[in-house]
């Protein structure tokens, strides 16, 4: 068995391919293909939700629930999503797209049989513009606190201080948005982050930060996804020419192919716990 070919990169949505395994989990039947354009929720970064569709076989039809990352070990263990041992691409395990069914596999699925994949395109879109603009606000608000650091703490994909990178615990993101969280503790405030004069200016921070997003839209941008190769674990980045240069940032999802596809993205910060800054990003998709 080969990893995964991929096609989600370049924005497919549909694809035809081979069946190579169907396989029962504690999370429901598991069917794995050769190649696939499912986009599946990473293990050990769960931040976009895997693809919803169906496959489809003349005039049969069952409903996958979401597409999740699976392997199977150089000894035969099969592992899918958070049951999996090691991280991404770790060596001595071969890399799969598994696509969890909502109901038993039919008799149809069967390994060898050649059946048609169709992703549900609405939630696909919806959920990469929500990728893109968690990316967008991440850059945004790395621009609005950019004065708030007293050392260089590393630079970001525009080469501004890397609050992002320093201080995010988490992302989930969801279809148009997402919400993010940073840790704003003593190991940031070490870092050289000056912590007390940004919860003061909270709310010029999120003013900077949405006019910045604002320009980002107006300038209609493209946004692309560059692979390395085609398997689930080759490395892809995302690319988008923004008008402060291309920004760069490895990442595993999928996204718009051009900010001309939204007509609003803005930020709301909460610091209710002076701790903890929560980011929620809401994207307008455009008419």
Same mark, same amino acid.
């Given at each position: &068995? ?12 549909? #694809? ?19 190649? /696939? ?9 769960? =931040?976009?939700? #895997? ?6 076989? *003349? ?9 999740? &990352? ?6 035969? =263990? ?34 060898? %049989? ?39 703490? #590393?630079?970001? %994909? ?5 609050? $992002? ?11 148009? *948005?997402?919400?993010? $969280? ?12 000056? /912590?007390?004069?940004?919860? %003061?200016?909270? =709310?010029?921070?999120? %003013? ?17 996804? $560059?692979?390395? *190769? ?10 988008? $020419? ?25 930020? &709301?910060?909460?610091?209710? =716990?002076?701790?903890?800054?929560? &980011? ?8």
């Amino acid at each position: &068995m080969s990893a995964t070919a991929v096609t989600f990169a370049d924005g497919s949505v549909t #694809g035809r391919s081979v069946i190579t395994r169907v396989q029962a989990s504690p999370v429901g039947p598991i069917v794995v293909l050769e190649k /696939t354009p499912f986009h599946p929720v990473d293990h050990t970064w769960p =931040d976009q939700p #895997g693809d919803s569709g169906s496959l489809i076989a *003349g005039g049969s039809r069952v409903d996958v629930a979401e597409a999740l &990352m699976a392997a199977v070990s150089d000894e035969g =263990d099969f592992a899918v999503g958070a049951d999996i041992p090691v991280k991404r691409g770790a060596a001595g395990w071969t890399w799969l797209v598994g696509h969890r069914l909502t109901s038993d596999a039919p008799d149809w699925l069967t390994p060898g %049989a050649e059946v048609s994949l169709e992703v549900d395109s609405n939630r696909r879109a919806g959920l990469s513009r929500g990728h893109t603009a968690c990316h967008l606000a991440s850059l945004a608000l790395d621009l609005a606190v950019a004065d708030l650091w007293r050392k260089d703490p #590393g630079v970001d %994909a525009l080469g501004t201080p890397d609050f $992002e990178g320093r201080a995010n615990q988490s992302s989930r993101i969801h279809e148009d *948005g997402s919400v993010d $969280e940073y840790r704003l503790g003593k190991s940031l405030r070490k870092a050289g982050f000056d /912590t007390e004069t940004f919860a %003061a200016t909270l =709310d010029e921070r999120e %003013a900077r930060i949405n006019t910045r997003l604002a320009a980002w839209v107006e300038s209609a941008a493209r946004s692309r996804i $560059e692979a390395d *190769g085609p398997t689930i674990v080759d490395r892809r980045s995302w690319h988008c $020419e923004l008008p402060e240069g291309e920004a760069v940032i490895l990442c595993g999802g999928t996204h718009a192919t051009t900010l001309a596809e939204f007509s609003r993205i803005s930020v &709301m910060l909460d610091l209710s =716990d002076p701790q903890l800054l929560v &980011m929620t990003t809401t994207a307008a998709p455009a008419r």
